[in-house]
């Protein structure tokens, strides 16, 4: 059973930070792009990051200059370091490893509030 376990999620006043982390198993992590995505209420799920076996990234244009994704191989884990947050980034963050099929994270609540 594959298994992606997220961790970071949590409560920042706006321009704060926080970095979210995505664990699985060396057979997903070093086949797989490993992503973000992120999901509010009566809205759907939309892409916030990417980052491929060769680490070429993609970013949501709203996140562009302010998140960075990034892989770490011996510890088979996926980060996203989010800088500079504003209340429209408050979303429950999926972490996803994607190839010919897709698998989820159980998703963490990050809110951007004064």
């Known amino acids: 059973q594959v298994q992606l376990v997220e961790s970071g999620g949590g409560l920042v006043q706006p321009g704060g930070a926080l970095r979210l982390s995505c664990k699985t198993s060396?057979?997903?992590?070093?086949?797989?792009?490993m992503g973000w995505y992120r999901q509010v209420p009566g809205k759907q799920r939309e892409l916030v990051a990417t980052?491929?076996?060769?680490?070429?990234?993609k970013y949501l244009d709203s996140v562009k200059g302010r998140f960075t994704i990034s892989r770490d191989n011996a510890k088979n884990t996926v980060y996203l370091q989010m800088n500079s947050l504003k209340p429209e980034d408050t979303a429950v963050y999926y972490c996803?490893?994607?190839?010919?099929?897709?698998?989820w994270g159980q998703g963490t609540q990050v809110t951007v509030s004064s």
């Open positions: 060396a057979n997903i992590f070093n086949l797989y792009t």
């Open positions: 980052i491929t076996t060769t680490r070429s990234t």
């Open positions: 996803n490893a994607h190839q010919s099929d897709d698998y």
